[in-house]
C-alpha cells in the first residue's frame, strides 16, 4: 500500500540522516590529529551542527506546512549533503565550524517535513508506530555508521569519507521528488479504496491553501502544552546527543578500547534506541484503539524516562565495560520510546500545522543538543569528573517524568 511505502521512504531517510550526523564522532580522532583541534574545538565543532539544527527548526517546519513535504525534504536533503560533502574539505576551525552550523541548519528541517507528511497519509491510530518505525533508521543508522565509518575513514581516510556520504545524499533525494507526492489524492498510484481509507480516518479533513488558517507564535508559545513538549524533550536530547558525540571517545578513553572494538561496542545502544522506537510506537497505537488518547502518548514516555534515568545512573556506577554498556543502553531505549509519543503529540495538537509544532519542539530540544557536549566536558572541567554530567542528564529525565503528567493531546493549537 502506498501510505506503507511513504513509512519506507521516511525510515531511509532517516538513516541516512543519522549516518551523516554520527560520522563526526567516528572522525573525531583523525580530524583532531590532522587540523590540530583540541577537546574543547571539537566540542564546539559537534555543538555547531545541534545550534544550526535548532535555530532553524521553525523555519524548517513552516517551509513544511507552506511548501509540501515532497519539495521541502528533497530541497534540504540536497542542501545538508552538499555541506557533508563540505565538511571533507575544510582546512580551519572557522571554516569547520561553519560547515558543521549550515549541515545542522540544512537537516532541521527533515523531521518536521516527516511529520506534516503522516498527518496527511496516516490514519490516526497508524502514526505512533509510523512514528516509532521513522525515528527506529536514526538509530540503526547511527549503529551502522559506528563501525562502517571506522572501516571507510582507515580504507579512505575522514575527507573522502564526508564527500561519498554527500553523493548519497542526492540519490535519496532525486527518488524522492519523482516518487512521492504531498498527499495521497494528489498521487496516481493510489487506489480510490486506499485513498477513502485514509480520509475517514485521518482525524479531520486537510484544509485547502486557501482556508488553513495562520497560527502566531504568539499562540504557540503561550501554550502550556507547548512548554511542557519543548523542556521534556531537551532533556531526551541532553542524553542521546552525548551518545552521538562524546560517548565513543569517551569509551575508547575510559575503557582503554581500540577504535573497532570500541565502534561495536557504541553501536549497541544505538540498536537498542532501534527497539525502543518500535516497543513504543506498538504501544501508542495500542492503547489509542483501546480509547486512551491521553494515556497512550503519557503512558510510554513516562515509561521510557524512567528506564532512561535508572540506566543514565547504573551505567555510570558500572565498573567494566559489559555492564555499563548494557545500562546504558538501557538508557537510550528508554530515551527512544519518550520520541514517538512526543511527535504524536504534535501531529494530535498542530494538525495542519504539524510541521511548525513539531518544529517548536524539535528546535527546543536540539538546545538541549547544542548544550550536551559543551556541558560534558564543562562539567567534567569544573568537578573533576565525568560522573557529573550523567548526575544531570538523569535529574533532567525525573524531571521530564513530571512534565508529562500535565501533556494533553486533545487541547488543539488554532
Same mark, same amino acid.
Given at each position: 500500500?502506498?501510505?506503507?511505502?511513504?513509512?519506507?521512504?521516511?525510515?531511509?531517510?532517516?538513516?541516512?540522516?543519522?549516518?551523516?550526523?554520527?560520522?563526526?564522532?567516528?572522525?573525531?580522532?583523525?580530524?583532531?590529529?590532522?587540523?590540530?583541534?583540541?577537546?574543547?574545538?571539537?566540542?564546539?565543532?559537534?555543538?555547531?551542527?545541534?545550534?544550526?539544527?535548532?535555530?532553524?527548526?521553525?523555519?524548517?517546519?513552516?517551509?513544511?506546512?507552506?511548501?509540501?513535504?515532497?519539495?521541502?525534504?528533497?530541497?534540504?536533503?540536497?542542501?545538508?549533503?552538499?555541506?557533508?560533502?563540505?565538511?571533507?574539505?575544510?582546512?580551519?576551525?572557522?571554516?569547520?565550524?561553519?560547515?558543521?552550523?549550515?549541515?545542522?541548519?540544512?537537516?532541521?528541517?527533515?523531521?518536521?517535513?516527516?511529520?506534516?507528511?503522516?498527518?496527511?497519509?496516516?490514519?490516526?491510530?497508524?502514526?505512533?508506530?509510523?512514528?516509532?518505525?521513522?525515528?527506529?533508521?536514526?538509530?540503526?543508522?547511527?549503529?551502522?555508521?559506528?563501525?562502517?565509518?571506522?572501516?571507510?575513514?582507515?580504507?579512505?581516510?575522514?575527507?573522502?569519507?564526508?564527500?561519498?556520504?554527500?553523493?548519497?545524499?542526492?540519490?535519496?533525494?532525486?527518488?524522492?521528488?519523482?516518487?512521492?507526492?504531498?498527499?495521497?489524492?494528489?498521487?496516481?498510484?493510489?487506489?480510490?479504496?486506499?485513498?477513502?481509507?485514509?480520509?475517514?480516518?485521518?482525524?479531520?479533513?486537510?484544509?485547502? +491553501?486557501? =482556508?488553513? !488558517?495562520?497560527?502566531? #507564535?504568539?499562540?504557540?508559545? %503561550?501554550?502550556?502544552?507547548?512548554? /511542557?513538549?519543548? &523542556?521534556?524533550?531537551?532533556?531526551?536530547?541532553?542524553?542521546?546527543?552525548?551518545?552521538?558525540?562524546?560517548?565513543?571517545?569517551?569509551?575508547?578513553?575510559?575503557?582503554?578500547?581500540?577504535?573497532?572494538?570500541?565502534?561495536?561496542?557504541?553501536?549497541?545502544?544505538?540498536?537498542?534506541?532501534?527497539?525502543?522506537?518500535?516497543?513504543?510506537?506498538?504501544?501508542?497505537?495500542?492503547?489509542?484503539?483501546?480509547?486512551?488518547?491521553?494515556?497512550?502518548?503519557?503512558?510510554?514516555?513516562?515509561?521510557?524516562?524512567?528506564?532512561?534515568?535508572?540506566?543514565?545512573?547504573?551505567?555510570?556506577?558500572?565498573?567494566?565495560?559489559?555492564?555499563?554498556?548494557?545500562?546504558?543502553?538501557?538508557?537510550?531505549?528508554?530515551?527512544?520510546?519518550?520520541?514517538?509519543?512526543?511527535?504524536?503529540?504534535?501531529?494530535?495538537?498542530?494538525?495542519?500545522?504539524?510541521? +511548525?509544532? =513539531?518544529? !517548536?519542539?524539535?528546535? #527546543?530540544?536540539?538546545?538541549? %543538543?547544542?548544550?550536551?557536549?559543551? /556541558?560534558?566536558? &564543562?562539567?567534567?572541567?569544573?568537578?573533576?569528573?565525568?560522573?557529573?554530567?550523567?548526575?544531570?542528564?538523569?535529574?533532567?529525565?525525573?524531571?521530564?517524568?513530571?512534565?508529562?503528567?500535565?501533556?494533553?493531546?486533545?487541547?488543539?493549537?488554532?
Amino acid at each position: 500500500m502506498a501510505r506503507q511505502a511513504v513509512v519506507l521512504g521516511t525510515f531511509l531517510l532517516s538513516l541516512l540522516l543519522y549516518i551523516d550526523r554520527v560520522c563526526i564522532s567516528v572522525a573525531e580522532g583523525p580530524i583532531s590529529e590532522d587540523l590540530r583541534f583540541d577537546k574543547d574545538q571539537m566540542s564546539l565543532v559537534m555543538s555547531a551542527f545541534a545550534l544550526g539544527y535548532a535555530l532553524f527548526q521553525v523555519p524548517g517546519g513552516l517551509m513544511a506546512d507552506r511548501l509540501g513535504p515532497r519539495r521541502m525534504l528533497a530541497a534540504i536533503v540536497v542542501v545538508w549533503s552538499a555541506f557533508t560533502a563540505l565538511t571533507g574539505a575544510v582546512s580551519r576551525l572557522g571554516s569547520m565550524l561553519v560547515a558543521r552550523f549550515l549541515f545542522g541548519a540544512g537537516e532541521a528541517g527533515a523531521y518536521p517535513g516527516v511529520a506534516r507528511a503522516f498527518y496527511s497519509w496516516l490514519p490516526v491510530a497508524e502514526r505512533g508506530l509510523a512514528q516509532g518505525l521513522n525515528f527506529s533508521g536514526s538509530r540503526l543508522g547511527a549503529a551502522i555508521a559506528l563501525p562502517g565509518m571506522a572501516w571507510l575513514i582507515d580504507a579512505v581516510g575522514w575527507r573522502a569519507s564526508f564527500w561519498i556520504l554527500g553523493g548519497i545524499g542526492v540519490v535519496w533525494a532525486v527518488a524522492w521528488y519523482a516518487l512521492f507526492r504531498d498527499t495521497p489524492e494528489g498521487h496516481p498510484g493510489v487506489s480510490e479504496r486506499e485513498r477513502a481509507f485514509i480520509r475517514e480516518r485521518r482525524g479531520e479533513p486537510l484544509a485547502s +491553501a486557501e =482556508s488553513r !488558517t495562520s497560527l502566531s #507564535a504568539a499562540r504557540v508559545l %503561550s501554550s502550556g502544552n507547548m512548554w /511542557l513538549l519543548m &523542556g521534556q524533550y531537551f532533556a531526551s536530547n541532553v542524553i542521546f546527543f552525548f551518545c552521538l558525540t562524546w560517548f565513543f571517545p569517551y569509551l575508547k578513553s575510559k575503557y582503554g578500547l581500540e577504535s573497532g572494538a570500541t565502534a561495536w561496542y557504541a553501536s549497541l545502544p544505538f540498536l537498542a534506541g532501534m527497539v525502543g522506537h518500535w516497543v513504543a510506537g506498538a504501544l501508542v497505537d495500542l492503547i489509542y484503539r483501546k480509547g486512551a488518547w491521553r494515556a497512550s502518548r503519557q503512558v510510554p514516555a513516562i515509561i521510557g524516562f524512567t528506564l532512561a534515568a535508572l540506566g543514565v545512573v547504573m551505567s555510570m556506577r558500572a565498573t567494566g565495560i559489559v555492564p555499563a554498556i548494557s545500562w546504558f543502553s538501557l538508557a537510550i531505549f528508554g530515551a527512544d520510546m519518550t520520541i514517538s509519543p512526543s511527535w504524536s503529540v504534535c501531529i494530535d495538537i498542530g494538525r495542519e500545522h504539524s510541521g +511548525a509544532i =513539531s518544529g !517548536t519542539m524539535n528546535m #527546543a530540544g536540539n538546545i538541549g %543538543s547544542f548544550v550536551s557536549p559543551l /556541558l560534558f566536558t &564543562g562539567l567534567a572541567s569544573l568537578t573533576g569528573t565525568e560522573d557529573s554530567f550523567f548526575v544531570v542528564a538523569a535529574a533532567l529525565n525525573v524531571l521530564a517524568i513530571v512534565g508529562w503528567l500535565f501533556i494533553r493531546p486533545d487541547r488543539l493549537l488554532r
